[in-house]
């Protein structure tokens, strides 16, 4: 992970050079020469662990460095919106690796007192039976803790729906310009460290190689829906979307403001407040693609959904192990051992 860190920032200016000797900035076609899917082309950390919050800008600062030019609109904007909001960086502080490691000693603590206190009754007060009663206390303890902590680990590499799938929209305007995001963090010298990664992907060969093996597949096109159900059905988002009178607005817009009597102006707007805050719905978003859609849709859809997942799991080292099988030669297009296309495959589709 470290090191990974330093391939983003520390990249020498004779990485970023073309085979014919152009600099990366020379445009699209040196660009794609120049970079190969996988590699991290720049990442940030937040300003403080307790205050979980990237510098958008200096990203992007690192990016135009690096040769692409994404609009402040196109990047910082939909970054805002998908983790800024003080309920991702609360979900970002309770659930880093570095509150984890706090975590582990206080529930070993918690956990051997909840035995200690279960079992003590059962055990007479001699001096051997209490260091025996301590001793199975500890050891059962250690095993809890280590299960736990344990299934914390594996739960990090399904999809977050907190930050993997906030991300999704953000990757839709990315991919444009060769780029896919995520958001990774680890423990280093017990301090931690979350990370906004940016790592360079050309989309088209891991495209037209999943809509191949949805075509190949057409034949059990039920039994793939019935996969895609099994395994993305979780996936749903719940927005909040206000619907306003428009009747409320018009008479509001119809009195003039210097003709509104100042009693009753707080009393107004509070009932106005509350009026909103009733009207509010809630709609749910299945991520889960439609059957009706063509395999061209259904790839997209599935590779911007697990993209920011992907690249978490690249940058950390925890993808899984890549399919030994004849059929799998031939699709790796990145530098990892299993690429994005694959992983969706196995993610999903297998």
Excluded at 180 to 194: Q, S, T
């Amino acid at each position: 992970m470290e090191e990974r860190e330093r391939q983003c920032n520390g990249e020498e200016r004779s990485d970023v050079q073309s085979p014919t000797g152009q600099s990366a900035m020379a445009g699209e076609r040196s660009r794609t020469s120049t970079w190969r899917n996988g590699q991290c082309v720049a990442s940030v950390s937040t300003s403080s662990w307790l205050t979980p919050t990237f510098d958008f800008s200096h990203c992007r600062t690192l990016l135009e460095t690096n040769g692409f030019q994404i609009p402040a609109e196109d990047f910082e904007g939909p970054l805002h919106l998908a983790l800024d909001h003080p309920s991702v960086k609360r979900y970002l502080l309770f659930n880093s690796n570095v509150f984890n490691f706090i975590l582990a000693p206080l529930l070993y603590l918690v956990l051997w007192c909840a035995v200690y206190s279960t079992l003590h009754m059962y055990l007479e007060g001699s001096t051997a039976n209490f260091w025996v009663l301590c001793l199975c206390v500890s050891l059962l303890s250690i095993i809890l803790t280590a299960a736990i902590i344990l299934i914390f680990y594996y739960s990090n590499k399904e999809i977050n729906m907190n930050t993997d799938v906030r991300l999704v929209g953000v990757n839709e305007h990315m991919v444009r310009n060769g780029l896919l995001l995520g958001v990774a963090d680890w423990v280093h010298k017990c301090r931690g460290k979350l990370q906004l990664f940016c790592v360079y992907w050309d989309l088209s060969p891991c495209l037209n190689c999943l809509v191949e093996t949805l075509d190949d597949m057409s034949f059990v096109r039920d039994q793939v829906q019935n996969k895609l159900k099994k395994r993305m059905s979780h996936l749903v988002l719940v927005t909040e979307v206000a619907t306003l009178d428009p009747e409320d607005g018009l008479q509001d817009e119809e009195v003039p403001e210097e003709e509104r009597p100042l009693l009753v102006e707080g009393r107004e707007i509070s009932s106005s407040t509350s009026q909103r805050e009733d009207s509010k719905l809630k709609k749910h978003f299945s991520l889960m693609p439609d059957a009706t859609l063509s395999n061209q849709d259904i790839a997209y859809q599935l590779l911007m959904t697990y993209g920011a997942l992907y690249v978490r799991l690249l940058v950390s080292n925890k993808l899984p192990a890549p399919s030994r099988r004849p059929s799998a030669a031939g699709k790796n297009h990145s530098t990892s051992s299993l690429c994005l296309c694959e992983y969706v495959e196995l993610k999903v589709l297998q």
